[in-house]
């Protein structure tokens, strides 16, 4: 059996006037994350871990923020997508360890729907996808309330 190991790392501004979407999930707050996309910095980090895992290439580059078809998409389709591509490569995934940075909201009540919500979209068990949220200490960019940052680790197998 060949195992392989990917990690994935993404950031998004905060703003005034967005929803705030983390882990496939609607989260009450009163700033949101902006991007191109619905801005799921779990969900991206999480597909960059996956696409690198499986040799390729990055989400920057299966679904390009200058394409008019991802605006404003739900980060959730993404994911089902690169776990799309990378079962077609002949990967399984094995689990995957995320770490969201915010200040606040506060994260980890959360976190249970979360790990359903990604389950569902990879086709994994919910047991197999460890998400954990921390503070940076009211430092950098994160502690500041500027944006969010997510840091992802996958394992994925291939037969």
Not at 106 to 135: F, R, V, W, Y
Not at 138 to 153: D, H, K, N, S
Request: charged share 25%.
């Amino acid at each position: 059996m060949k195992t392989r190991v990917g990690f994935g790392f993404d950031v998004h501004r905060l703003v005034e006037g967005r929803e705030l979407w983390l882990g496939g999930i609607r989260i009450d707050h009163s700033r949101g994350l902006l991007g191109h996309s619905d801005a799921d910095v779990l969900i991206h980090a999480l597909c960059d871990a996956l696409l690198g895992a499986a040799n390729m290439r990055d989400i920057g580059f299966h679904f390009p923020d200058t394409d008019g078809e991802y605006k404003g998409i739900d980060s959730k389709i993404l994911l089902r997508k690169t776990v799309e591509l990378i079962r077609e490569k002949g990967y399984a995934i094995g689990n995957t360890d995320i770490t969201l940075c915010a200040e606040r909201p506060k994260l980890n009540p959360h976190i249970p729907a979360m790990q359903h919500c990604l389950a569902e979209c990879m086709g994994i068990d919910p047991d197999d996808i460890s998400i954990k949220a921390t503070t940076t200490e009211q430092l950098g960019f994160t502690g500041r309330e500027e944006g969010m940052a997510a840091y992802a680790v996958v394992l994925i197998e291939q037969p």
